[in-house]
């Protein structure tokens, strides 16, 4: 089952105010992050927010090379790895997607891929692979694949080891990334269980000598931490845990109080609970308060026009 629009919309929503939410409390450790209900888009008077020069209620690199692999989805529906990566170059250097073109928050990870792929260097093979070059940079834009990819749950999971290579091509990330697809795909079919069926059909996908799958079996679902840190292992249980809050805005609040890599923990998340809770969920000041709606809106738009439409 696709998703529909409302989800679509839902899930962009959700993903990019949770991003905007938690960008102003990111490198805080948990004990600086205030209490829950005063986590929001404006920090409390005295809060000694990240990024001083940057406007409440703006989303960072993550949100932006989200809407690239949006974009280039939109584009390329099955989904073309150098139409994304020139996109990521295009943010990288010139602002694309970002709000008021404003590039900040990058990984030293991401930079050196990206320079690597502006130099020409094929995009399959610019990512970062050694043990230490699993942040959580690809995991965090992963969510319009779930959103906008109309292939099987094998084409979505190679879709996302393809996006994670541009950037990040160590199997632990590209598993990391494809769960979180699968996780989301079975939160739009409302499954009762979507964590538990998305590990079940990532399983029945990896062979069992694949690395993929040595990496799901033997790092990714023996984790045991949640601390918001900048490791994408770390950050799918971090927002898998805030997902058990019961709306959208007490899921973005606990992914904030987490602490760290507030900015991250809460996009990963925020795009499940846009999905699970819907726009209308969405507290209506965070809403209003979500800067760059001028890139997202025709976005969407462009996306409801290439929808099949309902018959009449």
Same mark, same amino acid.
């Given at each position: 089952?696709?998703a529909?629009?409302?989800q679509?919309e839902?899930?962009?929503?959700?993903l %990019?105010?949770?991003?905007?939410?938690?960008?102003?409390?990111?490198?805080?450790t948990?004990?600086?992050?205030?209490a829950s +209900?005063h986590?929001q888009m404006i920090p409390?008077a005295?809060?000694a927010r990240?990024?001083?020069?940057?406007?409440?209620?703006?989303? =960072?690199d993550?949100g932006a090379?989200a809407?690239?692999l949006?974009a280039s989805?939109?584009?390329?529906?099955?989904?073309n790895? !150098?139409?994304?990566? &020139?996109? @990521?170059v295009k943010?990288?250097?010139m602002g694309?997607?970002a709000?008021d073109g404003?590039?900040?928050?990058?990984?030293?990870?991401?930079?050196?891929?990206?320079?690597?792929v502006?130099r020409?260097?094929p +995009?399959a093979?610019?990512?970062l692979?050694g043990?230490? $070059? $699993?942040?959580?940079g690809?995991?965090m834009r992963?969510l319009? @694949?779930?959103?906008?990819h109309?292939?099987? $749950?094998?084409?979505l999971v190679a879709a996302?080891h %393809?996006?994670?290579a541009?950037?990040?091509?160590?199997p632990?990330?590209?598993?990391c990334c494809?769960l979180y697809? %699968?996780w989301?795909r079975h939160?739009?079919?409302?499954?009762?269980?979507?964590?538990e069926?998305?590990v079940?059909?990532l399983?029945?996908?990896?062979? &069992? =000598?694949?690395?993929?799958?040595t990496?799901?079996e033997?790092?990714?679902? !023996?984790?045991?931490?949640s601390?918001?840190s900048?490791?994408v292992v770390?950050s799918l249980?971090s927002?898998? @845990?805030?997902?058990q809050a019961?709306?959208?805005e007490k899921?973005?609040q606990?992914?904030?109080?987490?602490? $760290?890599?507030?900015?991250t !923990?809460a996009?990963?998340?925020g795009?499940i609970?846009?999905?699970r809770?819907?726009?209308?969920?969405?507290p209506a000041?965070w809403?209003?308060?979500?800067r760059?709606?001028?890139?997202?809106?025709p @976005?969407?738009e462009?996306?409801? &026009?290439?929808?099949?439409?309902p018959?009449?």
């Amino acid at each position: 089952m696709p998703a529909s629009l409302a989800q679509i919309e839902s899930g962009f929503w959700g993903l %990019l105010i949770g991003d905007a939410v938690g960008v102003p409390y990111e490198f805080h450790t948990p004990c600086e992050i205030p209490a829950s +209900p005063h986590i929001q888009m404006i920090p409390p008077a005295g809060f000694a927010r990240s990024y001083g020069h940057v406007a409440p209620g703006t989303w =960072s690199d993550d949100g932006a090379q989200a809407l690239c692999l949006a974009a280039s989805l939109i584009a390329k529906p099955d989904f073309n790895l !150098t139409d994304f990566a &020139r996109r @990521l170059v295009k943010w990288f250097t010139m602002g694309y997607m970002a709000v008021d073109g404003n590039v900040f928050d990058v990984g030293i990870q991401t930079a050196t891929a990206l320079h690597r792929v502006a130099r020409g260097e094929p +995009p399959a093979h610019t990512g970062l692979d050694g043990e230490r $070059n $699993n942040g959580n940079g690809s995991l965090m834009r992963s969510l319009p @694949l779930a959103l906008l990819h109309r292939g099987d $749950n094998p084409a979505l999971v190679a879709a996302a080891h %393809l996006q994670s290579a541009v950037t990040h091509a160590h199997p632990r990330a590209q598993a990391c990334c494809a769960l979180y697809c %699968l996780w989301a795909r079975h939160e739009i079919q409302r499954h009762a269980a979507p964590w538990e069926a998305a590990v079940r059909s990532l399983r029945s996908i990896y062979p &069992r =000598s694949s690395p993929h799958r040595t990496e799901l079996e033997e790092v990714v679902l !023996t984790y045991t931490r949640s601390s918001g840190s900048g490791y994408v292992v770390d950050s799918l249980h971090s927002a898998r @845990l805030a997902c058990q809050a019961t709306s959208y805005e007490k899921v973005i609040q606990a992914a904030v109080a987490l602490g $760290n890599d507030t900015d991250t !923990t809460a996009c990963i998340a925020g795009g499940i609970a846009g999905i699970r809770h819907g726009k209308a969920n969405i507290p209506a000041h965070w809403i209003d308060g979500l800067r760059g709606k001028e890139l997202l809106i025709p @976005l969407l738009e462009r996306i409801r &026009r290439r929808l099949p439409q309902p018959r009449p």
